[in-house]
C-alpha cells in the first residue's frame, strides 16, 4: 500500500471551495448535511431565465469566469443525480450549445442535501459560481459549481442532449498543456484538440460516452474502476495500459463510477482485461482520487474476459529461488482469510521460493499504538499458514524497528522479514544488528562478510527519516555465499498527481528516495569493493519506477542491473495505480549473478479480489 494517496475517505470532510488566490475573498465552507437529513430547504427558484448561460459560467479557461459570484437563472435539462456520499447534488446541461469547443454546456450543482429534481427536468438554477478543488493542497484541479442553489422546475421528461463519444478519435495524444506564469494551467486557454487533459475540462459536466471499453484498473472497494477510452495506448500483455515514462502519461484513462447507491443497483465487478460492452453514459466528473470520472447514468453490460492468476516456473534443484512481497500491512489481527491468501499465493504461485522478502509485516498488535515492536506473532501465524497451504517449514529473520520511526500505518511498525527454507538454504547469523546500529563490510575476498547479519544499512541517516531502513543477510547456498538485500523504499505520499493543476506536477518524495538509493549503491559497491565477486540480490518495494531517478541511482557504476528491465515491455509492471499498470517492486542483483531467471508474478494487482495490492516477484538464479 504504497502510492499517493494514502487510503482514502470517500470525502468525508468538509467541501471546502476555494478560489484561487485573486478570488479568496470568495471562499465558502459547505457543512455536510447529517446522514440521515432530509432533502435541504431551498430558497424559491427563479421564474425566468437569466442573462448568462453554462457555457457562458464555464468559460474557456478552467477557472469560470463567474468564480464567486451569483448567477440567476441559468438554464438547464438535468443530466444526473447524485443523492449519497458527501457530494450530493446534480448535473445540467444546456441543449443548446454556443459554437466553441472550448466552453462546457454541463455544471455540477451542489446541493448539499438530497437533490429533488430528476433526470429530464427542465431547471432554471440561481446560486453562487464555486471553483471545488477536491484537493487544493495536494494539486488538484478544480470543478466549476453552483452552490447554495434555488432550483425552479419547468418540465420534466425532457429529452437529455446526445452524450459526447469519448474514443480514439477525439481524445490528443499530448496529456497536458505547458503551465502559465504561476506554474499552474487554471487560467491557460483551453485547447481541447491539442491536449487530452483541455479536452476533458472542455466537457466537464457534460454527458459524455464510451463504448465497449477495456477495463485497465479492476473494481475496488469504493465501487469504481478504469476503463481505457483510447485504444492506442500502450496495453499491458494481460489488458491494462502501461506507464512507460514521465514525459507521455497514457491519455485515455478514465474512472468510472455510478450514480446510483451501490444498494439500489450493483457496481460490475471487473477485472483487468475484462470490458464494458455497449455504452456506458454519464456526466464527466472530477475527483482527487482519480482526475476526470465518468459518472454512469447506465453502465455498460459486464464481459468477464476471465483473466488467471499465474504461476511461476518451477525452480531446479540447483537454482536458488528469491521473492519479494508486499503482504499490505499484515497483522495477526487480520482475517484468517488474508493470510490463508498470501499463504496460498507463495506456495502455489510463486513456488515456495528458497527465500522470501517480505515487506509491511506489521507488530503483534498492528495498528494499535502501544509500543510493542515485536512481530514474532504476525510471522509464526504467516509461517504456520504458509505450512498448512503445503509449504515449508520457513525459518525468518527480522530487526524490530524503533517504535513509531519507521513510517507506514501509524501503530503499525512494519518492517521487512526474511523467511527462508533451511533445508535448500542457510542463513549466516552474525551478532550485533539492532534497530540503530548500522551495518558495515568486514573482510576481502573470500572472507568477505556483514558486520552483522541480519543488520540494517545505515540506519540511523536521516535519508531513512519515518521510512524503513534496508534490511540484509547474509545467506548460503550450495557453498556459495550471497547477499540479499530486502527494501521498501519510501512512498509517493505528497507527490502532485499527473492530471495535477500544477505542471509538470511535482514529486518532492522523490528526494528522499533518491538519497536512500544512493546510500544503498554505496553500501553495495563498498561489498563490490571487498570482493568483486560478491553476489547480492536487491530486492523489495522500492515505490518507484524502472526509469526514475531513484533507480538511477541505485545502479550507478553497475553495481547492480534492475531486472524488470529484461522482460518483455508489456510485462513490466507490477501494481495497477489511476489505471496505470507500472512497477513499484523491483529485484536488482550485482554482476556476478548472471544466470538470473526473473518473472513478475499476476495474481492481485489486475483483480478485484487482492490479498494485497502489489504483485509479488521472483528471480531463479545459479549463485
Known sequence: ???????RPRRALLRAAILPAGLAASLVLVPLPAASAAPAAVPAGPTEAGPLRIHDIQGTTRISPQAGKPVTGVPGVVTGVRAYGSSKGFWMQDPNPDADPATSEGIFVYTGGNPTVKAGDSVLVSGKVTEYYPNFSGG?????????????????????????????????GTYTPPAGPDGTVDSVPLNPEKYALDFYESLEGMLVQVKDVRVIQATDKYNELWVAADRQDQRSKRGGVLYESYAEPNVGRLMVQQQAAVSQQPFPVANVGDVLTGTTTGPLDYNQFGGYTLVAGTMGTLQDNHLQREVTAKATDR????????????????PDAKFAELAQGIVTNLRSPDIVALEEI????????????DASQTVAKFIAAIKAAGGPAYDWRSIDPQDGKDGGEPGGNIRQVFLFNPQRVSFTDIPGGTATGAVDVAGTGATTALTASPGRIAPTDEAWTNSRKPLVGQFTFRGKKLFVIANHFNSKGGDQGIDSRF?????????????????EQAFVAKLLAADKEARVVSLGDFN??????????????????????????????SYVYQGNSQVLDHILVSPEVGYAKYDVVHINAEFAQQASDHDPQVVRIKP
Do not use: C, H, W
Open 1 to 7: 500500500m504504497t502510492t499517493a494517496p494514502a487510503p
Open 140 to 172: 488538484s484541479q478544480s470543478v466549476t459549481e453552483i452552490t447554495g442553489p434555488a432550483v425552479t422546475v419547468l418540465s420534466s421528461g425532457n429529452p437529455l442532449p446526445a452524450p459526447v463519444v469519448v474514443d480514439t478519435r477525439n481524445i490528443p
Open 319 to 334: 537454482e536458488l529461488a528469491i521473492a519479494t512481497y508486499n503482504v499490505e500491512n499484515l497483522a495477526p489481527g487480520n
Open 362 to 373: 506489521q507488530d503483534n498488535n498492528g495498528a494499535k499504538s502501544d509500543g510493542t515492536v
Open 503 to 519: 505542471q509538470a506536477p511535482a514529486r518532492s518524495s522523490e528526494v528522499q528516495r533518491v538519497k536512500q538509493a544512493t546510500i
Open 544 to 573: 518507484d519506477y524502472q526509469f526514475s531517478p531513484a533507480l538511477a541511482a541505485l545502479t550507478k557504476d553497475g553495481v547492480l542491473r534492475d531486472l524488470v528491465n529484461e522482460l518483455p515491455e508489456t510485462e513490466q509492471y
